[in-house]
């Protein structure tokens, strides 16, 4: 048996990998049941729900009647500067207490995210990704801290809150 798309087929395995994966993690919580939830059960849900989607990928991966679909380079650069881009957002936004680390707030975070983010395509443009993220600083703000007013730090440790 052979499959006729290289992307499908991978794409399904890790769909399912992933899926398999927050399935067996949410089981370290409390599950509940449909009428009262607990912290496991949409991660639960969530998991089983990519990892069945991931099994009909792969299984699409033997059917296709197009032509074969090979998987080409790997495109490093946006890989690496999302992932870089994220990971600057998550320490930015709460610090790294282990090795004195403070933090620097939603803000900043932002703005680190989508600045670092903007390099993962050629010939990005420093102004244009400034722009994009004070729109998106002044759209998480409000929506995040003023509408839904969850608790956590907007301005760096020296501004104070």
Known sequence: MQFR????????????????????????????????????????????VLALLGVLVTLQSFRRSAAQDKIDNIAWRPLVFILLANLAFGVLLVGLPSVGLPHFGLIVAIYALVIISGYARPNSSLKESVVLATILAVGSYAAFVYALNLQFPVLPWFLGQ
Not at 13 to 36: E, H, K
Not at 38 to 45: A, D, K, Q, R
């Open 5 to 48: 798309s290289q992307k499908d087929f991978v794409s399904g395995l890790l769909f399912t990998a992933v899926g398999i994966a927050f399935a067996v993690g949410a089981t370290n919580f409390d599950i509940g049941g449909a009428a009262r939830m607990g912290p496991g059960y949409f991660p639960l849900l969530l998991g089983i």
